[in-house]
């Protein structure tokens, strides 16, 4: 469903110094699987996710997504983000607009669906990430928890085809990870394709198919959840899960 | 001690002026006879206008004649440079060269030279090419002149923005201008309606300018009652009050919106 080949991403900052967030990034994920990637920050996990929405351009390499490299000049690029949901650290609801206009607005102005519609897939969503009942409130109101919850419904509400994590749970209080972790694994359970930028172990273990290890823009260590915690075999692999776990 | 060392000190400024004001109206002899009488008919008189009308009736005086001409001209005002001010905005945050050089060039070229002389050019000059009206030449000149503000204080007020509200628009799949449009510009505009009111007091202040080509607004008509009557402070004190009278009820307007939309924070 999505390959990446040979991603090259560098950042320049202030002073002028090069950070290499990706270095020669290959990987291949399949329909239906769920993926989490773990790493020390700064190991360019974020901007894996990122880069596939192009929410950063890539210096050199392809992202081919159904056969078509979205890396190309002349391919739509918000046609390509409808398809791919995201959800952010920090939520980043819109804060002028109500819970249920959340959910609805990009439904009604990118995928023109009519109103009665987009309202009944929103209170749908709403619905299954358990927090219907707030539909007219704003996300002011809201606790942390909740409002990302609202975000996934948000971003579910356009059907994507992918749905990426980055850092879902990382800002929240820990009494509302869990809130949000029962709905990521619910999605998983459904079938829906998912990339997941997590520490949440747990998570990797119940539902993923696959964990990738990142460290310096590369891949150091891949394969299930269950590798990971009975015999992963680098050391920096090692040496990070012995300080999260 | 009741009063501190710093209102000792305004009261003796203000000791000092009063004093002085009674010994210039005073002392130094200048003998003002105030006409206060001549001012409710600048505002409104009964009477007949032409010598057609043959029953009297209630009609506007010069002053309210222009102050209302003063209202036109700064609401359209306020209008274009709303709409000029958001374009020149965002073309400031343009990721095109040319576009954030020109809307640079205009702000600061505008910015940097008096609105007297822009009015003239745009009269005299631009006006008579394009044969506008005193009042589009006018309204005109105003609109672009705080524009220009308005450009700079919507540009801040986008920045202003998180950049994950952008982030999660582009996401969704909007487009950078359904995104502006949608998420930036309303949040952008609920945080600057307080630098906006005070551009926009500004403007109607400074329409006062446009008298010089002879557009008959609230400055101007002031200036022509002066010189029929010679009665300078009264005439001009009544012009002061109702330039206030628009000011503040424009700051009241926006007093209100934002307590309007405070509702979701």
């Known amino acids: 469903m999505i390959r990446v080949k040979h991603l090259y991403k560098t950042f320049r900052t202030h002073n002028r110094k090069e950070v290499k967030a990706l270095v020669d990034f290959s990987t291949h994920i399949k329909k239906g699987e769920v993926v989490v990637i773990i790493g020390p920050s700064g190991s360019g996990k974020s901007t894996f996710l990122r880069c596939l929405n192009r929410l950063e351009e890539v210096d050199s390499g ?46 009604l102005i990118v995928r023109k669906r009519n109103k009665e519609k987009a309202v009944k897939i929103a ?47 990382s800002a929240l209080d820990p009494e509302m990870i869990g809130e949000v972790l029962e709905v990521m694994k619910t999605l998983a359970r459904e079938g829906m394709t998912m990339l997941a930028v997590t520490h949440e172990m747990g998570f990797a273990r119940e539902v993923s198919d696959r964990v990738i290890f990142m ?31 | 001690m009741v009063f501190g060392k710093r209102s000792l000190i305004t009261l003796a400024v ?122 589009t030449a006018g309204t005109a000149a105003l609109a672009i002149f705080e524009g220009a503000y308005v450009g700079e204080i919507v540009r801040a007020g986008i920045q202003s923005i998180h950049k994950g509200q952008m982030e999660a628009a582009r996401s969704l799949g909007m487009s950078y201008a359904k995104a502006m449009r949608h998420i930036i510009l309303p949040q952008a505009f609920k945080r600057i309606i307080p630098p906006l009111a005070g551009q926009f007091i500004s403007l109607i202040k400074d329409s006062s300018l446009v008298s010089v080509i002879a557009l008959a607004d609230l400055m101007f008509q002031g200036q022509q009652a002066v010189a029929r009557t010679y009665s300078a402070f009264e005439i001009y004190f009544t012009v002061a009050a109702l330039y206030l009278i628009m000011t503040s009820t424009l700051s009241m307007a926006t007093q209100y919106i934002e307590r309007r939309l405070a509702v979701s924070d």
């Open chain 2, 14 to 135: 203000l000791a000092v002026i009063l004093g002085w004001v009674y010994y210039f109206l005073t002392v130094r002899g200048i003998t003002y006879i105030w006409h206060w009488e001549q001012i409710p008919q600048l505002l409104f008189y009964h009477g007949t206008k032409t010598a057609a009308e043959t029953t009297p009736s209630l009609h506007l005086g010069v002053l309210m004649i222009g102050f209302i001409l003063t209202l036109k001209i700064s609401a359209v005002a306020i209008i274009f440079a709303i709409v000029l001010g958001t374009i020149v905005g965002i073309c400031r945050l343009s990721s095109e060269p040319i576009t954030r050089a020109l809307s640079i060039t205009f702000v600061e070229l505008i910015r940097n030279t008096p609105l007297l002389v822009q009015i003239y050019i745009i009269y005299f000059f631009v006006g008579s090419m394009l044969r506008l009206s005193a009042f």
């Open chain 1, 62 to 107: 392809e992202i081919i997504i159904d056969g078509q490299n979205i890396l190309e000049k002349r391919v739509d690029i918000n046609k390509v983000r409808e398809e791919l949901g995201m959800v952010f650290q920090h939520f980043n609801l819109f804060p002028h607009k109500t819970v249920l206009e959340n959910v609805t607005l990009s439904q």
């Open chain 1, 215 to 245: 460290d310096g823009g590369q891949i150091v260590e891949e394969g299930t959840a269950e590798h990971f915690f009975k015999n992963p075999t680098h050391d920096r692999t090692k040496l990070f899960l012995s300080q999260i776990l």
């Open chain 1, 123 to 169: 209170q749908e969503l709403l619905d299954k990430v358990g927090i219907l009942e707030k539909e007219n409130v704003y996300p002011s109101q809201l606790s942390g928890g909740q409002q990302q919850r609202v975000a996934i419904a948000r971003a579910l509400a356009m059907q994507p085809k992918i749905m990426m994590f980055d850092e879902a749970t």
